[in-house]
């Protein structure tokens, strides 16, 4: 794969809590990646939201992480980076991108273990230099038509600058999403869609359901992360109700920016 251009996969999410089908995103897409002839997938980087996302249901970011590096303990090439947890409000996504090209542009430049970690492409790239993409399921591409929730510039940069990686879930279409908005659809040829034929359709939220009701979800997260959700107590009615009737920030923060150039 000498010839191949390096590539990291970041996943930004929830991960309320992490379950095995966000793990299998990271090996259905590389093993895409790698069929395609074109890319040498050198890491992957799994990234929990803040504590400012304001979600209904969503426990600490401090567990979150934590379940995340238990479920991740057996990777040799998946991490869990805390620093889009640790910010006091909501991040958005391209900025998290930004951030992590950065650090991954360092190092590469630095050339400390180019194919031993996280690493990113400048722009505009060369053959050799590490592109970042976001890994994502097809449920992600249809916030883009959710309105007020995304900024169209950042969906630009997102897609165009960096580029996506979407695995297929449930009925959706991500094709069709793809088709219906015209950024997506300019950028197609950065957009890399991934058919699961081996479905899982875990769902966190039913997993929580299930939690706060007695019910078992062994098979369905690590049982690490079980272990972790019980000692701690995590999952309950009451936390289920905590945000329940907060507006979700992305939505609000979006509304209080009147104004934004593309170097934002």
């Known amino acids: 794969m000498a010839a191949r251009i390096p590539l990291v996969l970041l996943a930004c999410g929830s991960f309320n809590p992490i379950t095995h ?13 790698h069929q395609t002839g074109r890319f040498h997938v050198i890491g992957g980087i799994l990234s929990p939201v803040s504590d400012g996302y304001g ?17 991740l303990q057996s990777s040799d090439w ?4 805390e620093w889009e947890s640790q910010q006091p409000d909501w991040t958005e996504t391209v900025v998290t991108m930004r951030y992590h090209y950065d650090r991954i542009l360092k190092r590469y430049r630095e050339g400390t273990g180019k194919d031993s970690g996280p690493t990113a492409n400048p722009q505009p790239p060369t053959s050799s230099s ?11 591409l249809d916030s883009f038509k959710v309105p007020g929730l995304w900024l169209d510039h950042h969906v630009e940069e997102v897609a165009g600058r960096f580029g996506l990686v979407c695995v297929s879930r449930g009925g959706l ?14 950028h197609r ?4 869609l991934v058919r699961e034929w081996v479905r899982n359709e875990t769902s966190a939220t039913e997993v929580r359901r299930a939690l706060r009701r ?3 979800v062994k098979y369905l997260l690590p049982d690490s992360v079980i272990e972790y959700i019980h000692q701690h107590d995590l999952y309950t009615r009451d936390s289920e109700l905590k945000y329940k009737d907060a507006l979700l920030r992305p939505l609000a923060k979006q509304t209080e920016i009147p104004v934004l150039s593309l170097s934002d």
């Open 21 to 33: 089908q966000h793990m299998r995103l990271f090996e259905l897409a590389r093993d895409h990646l």
């Open 55 to 71: 979600k209904q249901g969503l426990v600490l970011a401090k567990h979150r992480v934590a379940m995340a590096r238990l479920a």
């Open 78 to 81: 998946v991490s869990v980076d």
């Open 130 to 140: 590490p592109r970042l993409k976001l890994l994502c399921g097809a449920d992600f």
């Open 173 to 186: 279409d991500p094709e069709r999403a793809v088709h219906e908005s015209d950024t997506l659809s300019r």
């Open 189 to 192: 040829h950065n957009i890399f």
């Open 214 to 216: 007695g019910l078992s």
